[in-house]
């Protein structure tokens, strides 16, 4: 085990594959932190995945092009996130049990749709997918070059969309709104913010972002559809979000953490073939929640959120 850190080659194809495995997480968690900034509780983020990863099947299938996949993947998980948003936000419906329902709805949902569209090929598909963009002399740096600059179009958009997302957050005003919304929203709606709206756009957004988290494992990793592909990402994305502070920087660190040990359990069930593979594949989720305990101590999460605003509360 202790020559994949010694070998060069060795450690590049193992950080490569740690990488790739938290991309999907990160956007996903990224989704979940915008969400959560401005009070609502994104339990939903699994089923968003879900949905974005059989609207990058559909739209890749249909129009025979990753990019049509990606559009399609991020409406589609915009539209699992618009049923929080009515229900958590207009409604007033408790946001767990919400996101709970959507989870179990998208995965039925696929499933059943995923036999219309695609029949009994669907798990044999071979779809046209995003392919590696290496980044001229970048690549060449020894080890990290082909890690960080010999991905595909997806990875270099999430390397652009985490920074983004930060600024954003905490550098301008629309962020100071976001988090005003999610701290004390009747002191942002006396200030003028438009609570429900800014809500509204923070779930839709975090179902955009989740949606590419599902993209990310049709077009870049496997090129095909299967029921329940999402396989409890998006609930490693939850605890990443609160392992990362609700900070989109914090949540990537967080996704790459469980990105490295994902790739390493996958590197002891192959040197290890007589132990059962069970016992390595619990692995990341373990570092997940000895994480959440050792390092995060008591978490703080926005103020207000999971609690619905009512204008005529004041």
């Known amino acids: 085990m202790i020559e994949i850190f010694l070998d060069p080659q060795l450690l590049t194809d193992f950080l490569r594959t740690s990488l790739r495995l938290a991309v999907p997480i990160t956007f996903a968690a990224v989704g979940g932190v915008l969400s959560e900034r401005s009070g609502v509780y994104n339990i939903g983020l699994e089923g968003m995945m879900l949905a974005g990863a059989f609207g990058a099947a559909v739209g890749a299938f249909f129009f025979g092009t990753p990019f049509a996949g990606v559009v399609t993947g991020a409406m589609c998980g915009m539209l699992a996130a618009l049923i929080l948003a009515v229900l958590g936000v207009s409604l007033g419906v408790n946001q767990i049990v919400t996101g709970i329902a959507i989870n179990l709805l998208v995965l039925g ?72 919304v999610g701290e004390n929203p009747r002191a942002a709606d006396t200030a003028g913010v438009p609570v429900n709206l800014v809500r509204y756009a923070c779930v839709l957004g975090s179902g955009v972002f989740a949606g590419l988290g599902g993209c990310f ?72 929640i000895l994480a959440l305990v050792g390092l995060v101590g008591r978490p703080t999460p926005p103020a207000a959120a999971g609690i619905p605003y009512r204008r005529e509360a004041k």
């Not at 999402?230 to 990362?244: E, H, N, P």
């Not at 996704?255 to 040197?271: E, M």
């Open 109 to 180: 949902l696929t499933s059943f749709l995923s036999r219309v569209v695609f029949g009994a090929q669907a798990n044999t598909l071979d779809l046209e997918g995003f392919r590696p963009l290496a980044i001229p002399v970048l690549v060449s740096i020894p080890v990290i070059g082909p890690v960080f600059f010999g991905q595909d179009a997806l990875v270099y958009a999430m390397y652009g969309l985490v920074p983004m997302m930060y600024y954003i957050m905490f550098k301008t005003p629309w962020g100071l709104n976001i988090r005003a």
């Open 217 to 288: 494992l049709v077009l870049s990793q496997v090129f095909l559809f299967s029921e329940n592909m999402s396989a409890g990402k998006g609930f490693i994305a939850l605890a990443a979000v609160i392992l990362g502070r609700w900070n989109p920087i914090g949540a990537l660190l967080a996704c790459l953490l469980f990105g490295f040990f994902d790739s390493l359990q996958l590197r002891l069930q192959f040197l290890n073939p007589d132990v059962p593979h069970e016992i390595f594949v619990a692995l990341p989720y373990m570092v997940s």
